[in-house]
């Protein structure tokens, strides 16, 4: 696996091995001996989770301040701009943001650690996201970062004039200077 630091460098993008010919391909997407020798990491993943959406769903920027989740994220369908927010407040890059692409096609993994807000926004037709957890999911302790947030400014790579469509608390989340961090 080829691992890619971002501008963040706990946030990586994996590259798994693809064999493919005529037929179609073959990629290990998780083995957790070749995760911990490439990345450093020594992982234990508790729960897989599945969403669908459509084109210009975003979906975020959650985390949990207790049972904080690490994540591994990837796309079986469609693309998406993948986003991951340090919120680490003793971090040399707290309050900055990685986003890249997620594709189908491309077979990329990214790795959200904890302390990150994680969110993404669906920019093909629609896309099909998995990814795997550190820890289950707690919805007491799950919190919303406002995707929108000036002091952010998250370049989402939506057309001229168009807004996304988000859930209830995603419209409703809480800015940088008012949510709750990590140490």
């Known amino acids: 696996m080829k691992v890619v630091p971002t501008r963040i460098p706990e946030v990586l993008l994996l590259e798994p091995r693809v064999f493919g010919d005529d037929r179609g391909f073959f990629l290990e997407r998780y083995n957790k001996r070749t995760f911990a020798a490439d990345t450093g990491l020594e992982i234990d993943f ?34 998406i701009f993948d986003v991951a927010v340090d919120l680490r407040t003793k971090s040399p890059t707290f309050g900055q943001w990685a986003g890249f692409s997620l594709s189908a096609q491309l077979r990329q993994m990214a790795w959200i650690p904890p302390g990150f807000a994680h969110g ?22 799950e919190r919303t970062l406002l995707w929108s947030d000036t002091d952010l400014s998250i370049e989402w790579p939506l057309a001229h004039g168009v807004e996304p469509l988000l859930a209830q608390k995603d419209r409703n989340g809480t800015p940088l200077r008012s949510c709750d961090l990590f140490d």
């Open 46 to 79: 508790v729960q897989d989770n599945h969403s669908r959406s459509m084109r210009n769903v975003l979906r975020g920027l959650h985390y949990q301040v207790l049972q904080p989740q690490g994540k591994l994220v990837w796309v079986v369908a469609g693309e």
């Open 120 to 141: 993404f926004l669906v920019v093909s037709e629609g896309a099909e996201v998995l990814y795997k957890t550190t820890d289950y999911y707690a919805p007491e302790h």
